[in-house]
Nanobody, 117 residues
Framework: QVQLVESGGGLVQPGGSLRLSCAASGSIFSINAMGWYRQAPGKERELVAVITRGGSTKYADSVKGRFTISRDNAKNTVYLQMNSLKPEDTAVHYC???????????WGQGTQVTVSS
């Protein structure tokens, strides 16, 4: 079993920044892709950004140029640096990791990001 602990959410004004962290622990043999998803009220969960073990990244068009995903493989931790935040970024943000040969998927509990003046 894998446990994911997220931190870093909160309330920020438009144009501000936040940094999310997600640390994985437990029965980890090999973490493959790590990523962040978000879900706003009344909307489906959507991909924000993903990073492979080798460091390749993919971003949603809506966050390109503003958000940066990174990971520390030694710490089994993934980060999401969010700059130039907009009200439409308001959502619960979830960490997602894929583990092992068959990419078993685990989700974090979610952390609220609210962008408002």
């Amino acid at each position: 079993q894998v446990q994911l602990v997220e931190s870093g959410g909160g309330l920020v004004q438009p144009g501000g920044s936040l940094r999310l962290s997600c640390a994985a622990s437990g029965s980890i043999f090999s973490i493959n892709a790590m990523g962040w998803y978000r879900q706003a009220p009344g909307k489906e969960r959507e991909l924000v950004a993903v990073i492979t073990r080798g460091g390749s990244t993919k971003y949603a068009d809506s966050v390109k140029g503003r958000f940066t995903i990174s990971r520390d493989n030694a710490k089994n931790t993934v980060y999401l640096q969010m700059n130039s935040l907009k009200p439409e970024d308001t959502a619960v943000h979830y960490c997602n990791v894929k583990v092992g040969i068959v990419d078993v998927t685990y989700w974090g509990q979610g952390t609220q990001v609210t962008v408002s003046s």
